[in-house]
């Protein structure tokens, strides 16, 4: 059963730190592109940053300078650190992830369960 977990988020006060992190796990061939997504209350599911499996990296310009996504492919873990965070990130933050469940196989969109993150006083 492939799967991806998800862990870390949590209430944090303005200009704190969060470190969430998404393993994936089960029977996986290969994983490619990984990414962070966030959903505001009424708002759509945004990118928020993504890299690949080479390690480029990408990220929405409101998190520039304060975000940074990495990946440990031995672990097939993907984390966000979170810092100088602000009450415009509070947000459910969902892992996504492409994965190759077998040599011949095409990959496969899979999404976490979502973390909440919450900046607030």
């Known amino acids: 059963h492939v799967q991806l977990v998800e862990s870390g988020g949590g209430l944090v006060q303005p200009g704190g730190s969060l470190r969430l992190s998404c393993t994936a796990s089960g029977i996986i061939f290969s994983i490619n592109n990984m990414a962070w997504y966030r959903q505001a209350p009424g708002k759509q599911r945004d990118l928020v940053a993504s890299?690949?499996?080479?390690?480029?990296?990408n990220y929405v310009d409101s998190v520039k300078g304060r975000f940074t996504i990495s990946r440990d492919n031995a672990k097939n873990t993907v984390y966000l650190q979170m810092n100088s965070l602000k009450p415009e990130d509070t947000a459910v933050y969902y892992c996504?992830?492409?994965?190759?469940?077998?040599?011949?196989?095409?990959?496969?969109?899979?999404w976490g369960q979502g973390t909440q993150v919450t900046v607030s006083a």
């Open positions: 890299v690949s499996s080479g390690g480029g990296t």
């Open positions: 996504n992830a492409d994965l190759r469940l077998t040599r011949i196989s095409r990959d496969f969109e899979y």
